[in-house]
Structure formats: C-alpha cells, structure tokens
C-alpha cells in the first residue's frame, strides 16, 4: 500500500492549508486514517485521525482549528489546517490502517510533507 501527501508549504501565521494523502495498492477495505507530524528535535506526534464510522481525534493544540475528512470512495484523506502557528512548523505524516487483499492487516506511511509557518 503506498500513500502519497500533498500540499504543505511555507505560509505566514493566521494562514490556512491544506494537506492531502491518497492511498493505492491492494486495499480491501480502511479502518483508520490520520495524521501525524514531527518537529526538529521532537517525537512524532498525532495531529488528527478518522476512523472508519468512528468519531474523530484531535490533539489538543489543534482543536478548533484544523480540520480532518476522508473520502472513502477516492481512499483519500484530508487535513484543512486554518489559523496557522508559527509551532505548527513539523513535517506531516499521513498514516493509514487497514485490511489487503492478502488478508492481512497493514499500516502505511506516507513520505511526509514540510509544513513551516513563518512570516
């Protein structure tokens, strides 16, 4: 299973953007997806995760402002970042899990995309 990210970026704090990850490879079906980030000299951290028909999850420095969805039909997942801060900066990881059609279960990584928030 291989996921591919989208759409990070340099942009100035109070902004917005919007990151996309789409998953492809021998899926049968998703059970999580989510995101995750790493800044320099820190551990990976979760962002944001969507189970499949499940409530959602938010780290706490990040409610009310960022966003996550997901299109199953298209295995996509999206984060919509929006009042961007400058302690935002990180590298964002798309994670998904979920069942091949081998009939095991996997857990992806995507190659991960540079969000900095400067002005």
């Known amino acids: 299973v291989q996921l591919v990210e989208s759409g990070g970026g340099l942009v100035q704090p109070g902004g917005s953007l919007r990151l996309s990850c789409a998953a492809s490879?021998?899926?049968?079906?998703?059970?999580?997806m989510g995101w995750y980030r790493q800044a320099p000299g820190k551990q990976r951290e979760l962002v944001a995760r969507?189970?499949?028909?499940?409530?959602?999850t938010y780290a706490d420095s990040v409610k009310g402002r960022f966003t996550i969805s997901r299109d199953n039909a298209k295995n996509m997942v999206y984060l919509q970042m929006n009042s961007l801060k400058p302690e935002d900066t990180a590298v964002y990881y798309c994670?998904?899990?979920?069942?091949?059609?081998?009939?095991?279960?996997?857990?992806?990584w995507g190659q991960g995309t540079q969000v900095t928030v400067s002005s």
């Open positions: 994670n998904v899990e979920g069942r091949s059609w081998t009939g095991t279960d996997f857990g992806s």
């Open positions: 490879g021998s899926i049968v079906s998703i059970y999580v």
């Open positions: 969507i189970p499949s028909g499940g409530r959602t």
